[in-house]
């Protein structure tokens, strides 16, 4: 196992922990060891799993520098959210202990879960905007589906950071725990869940789940098309820019 990414079973529950503090940025290599040890959990008898991470927040998104996106934009992302896809087409319930910030890429990877558990002091954050890029990891279809179009629609326009109370709110978190608690929240909800019958769990996901896994490959593809398209403008620059400088960026729509 990669030293980026740790695993244990609990009983029935698979625990996969991302090592990548303190902000958990994923890389391609992150997404497929986490996708390949998600899916050998699940074949060797794992009913439900936890994803979580160490360090302050739960993942600020992709790692540009590490993939090369701006390099190759289409190919990079492809090979990303083709990993992401796997991720959301996992048959048993997954659930993302969401501690700190779940940002850009980072959100995509919490919603590819069944189910969030966050805190007060957790923070959703639909960053796209800022950067001057359209939003990715199948949250066109994903973040709808959790908190509705009009809340989606919210989020990814302004960009605002959602905290944990105002998640929990709108369902974008499932449980609202002490800070400090949304790991252990996570496993003992995962336990519960891995008493039940697990063939008829597997049969509720696959039904429940049916109609996103349907829409994912034709929205995957519309995104990596804008992504890669708003990253040759120049707002896609100074979004970047004001990121790394901590700044507020000033749009020109070039």
């Not at 083709?82 to 319930?93: E, I, N």
């Not at 997954?94 to 189910?115: H, K, N």
């Not at 960053?127 to 989020?155: D, Y």
Request: hydrophobic content about 45%.
């Amino acid at each position: 196992m990669s030293e980026e990414l740790s695993v244990r079973v609990d009983g029935h529950v698979g625990v996969l922990e991302i090592h990548r503090p303190p902000n958990n940025h994923f890389s391609l290599d992150v997404l497929t060891g986490l996708a390949d040890a998600s899916e050998k959990l699940v074949a060797e008898g794992c009913r439900a799993l936890v994803w979580c991470s160490e360090g302050k927040n739960f993942c600020a998104g992709m790692d540009f520098a590490a993939d090369g996106v701006g390099r190759s934009p289409v190919h990079t992302l492809s090979a990303l959210y083709g990993q992401g896809l796997r991720l959301y087409s996992l048959p048993v319930p997954v659930i993302a202990a969401v501690q700190g910030a779940a940002v850009g890429g980072g959100l995509g990877l919490a919603c590819a879960a069944d189910f969030r558990v966050a805190s007060p002091a957790t923070r959703f954050h639909a960053n796209f905007g800022l950067l001057g890029l359209h939003q990715g990891f199948g949250l066109s279809v994903s973040l709808p589906r959790i908190v509705g179009g009009q809340k989606a629609a919210e989020m990814l326009y302004t960009a605002r950071r959602v905290p944990g109370d105002d998640a929990h709110a709108i369902g974008l978190a499932d449980h609202l725990v002490e800070d400090g608690r949304v790991r252990e929240d996570a496993l003992e909800w995962a336990r519960q869940i891995a008493a039940r019958a697990p063939l008829a769990v597997r049969s509720m996901k696959a039904t429940m789940r049916a109609d996103l896994l349907a829409a994912l490959p034709a929205a995957l593809e519309r995104e990596i098309v804008e992504q890669t398209r708003l990253m040759a403008t120049e707002d896609h620059g100074t979004g970047v820019a004001a990121s790394l400088e901590r700044s507020t960026p000033v749009f020109t729509g070039r």
